[in-house]
C-alpha cells in the first residue's frame, strides 16, 4: 500500500519561508518521479514543480519565479519542497504525488496535503 505523508505546513508571515516533506512508503521510492502540486481556495489544483528520480534535475511552474525549490533524499524516501518569500497567494494545500513512468501528466498516487497559510 503507497503512502505519501505530507508535513511542513502551519500559519506563516509574509516574507517568511518555509520547507514542506513528504515521506514515500510502499514503492521504490527511487525509481518515481515526483510532484508538487497546490490547491488555492477557490482554484484548481495546479503543478508546481517536479523532480527526476536522481534528483539531479527539476522542472517548474513559471509562477515559480525562483522562489521554490524541490529536492529528494531517496536515502529516506522524502521530497521537499522548500518556499521563500511567501506571499498572500501562496496561501494553499500543498500535495505531493508520484507521478506516472509511462504517462507523464498522470499521478498515481497523493498525499494528504499539508495547509500552508500566509498572512500579511
Known amino acids: 500500500q503507497v503512502q505519501l505523508v505530507e508535513s511542513g505546513g502551519g500559519p506563516v508571515q509574509a516574507g517568511d519561508s518555509l520547507r514542506l516533506s513528504c515521506v514515500a512508503s510502499g514503492l521504490i521510492f527511487s525509481r518515481y518521479i515526483m510532484g508538487w502540486f497546490r490547491q488555492a481556495p477557490g482554484k484548481e489544483r495546479e503543478l508546481v514543480g517536479t523532480?527526476?528520480?536522481?534528483?539531479?534535475?527539476?522542472y517548474y511552474a513559471d509562477f515559480v519565479k525562483g522562489r521554490f525549490t524541490i529536492s529528494r533524499d531517496n536515502a529516506k524516501n522524502t521530497v521537499y519542497l522548500q518556499i521563500h518569500s511567501l506571499n498572500s497567494e501562496d496561501t494553499a494545500v500543498y500535495y505531493c504525488?508520484?507521478?506516472?513512468?509511462?504517462?507523464?501528466?498522470?499521478?498515481?498516487?497523493w498525499g494528504q496535503g499539508t495547509q500552508v497559510t500566509v498572512s500579511s
Open positions: 504525488a508520484v507521478r506516472s513512468p509511462v504517462i507523464s501528466t498522470q499521478y498515481l498516487y
Open positions: 523532480i527526476s528520480t536522481s534528483g539531479g534535475s527539476t
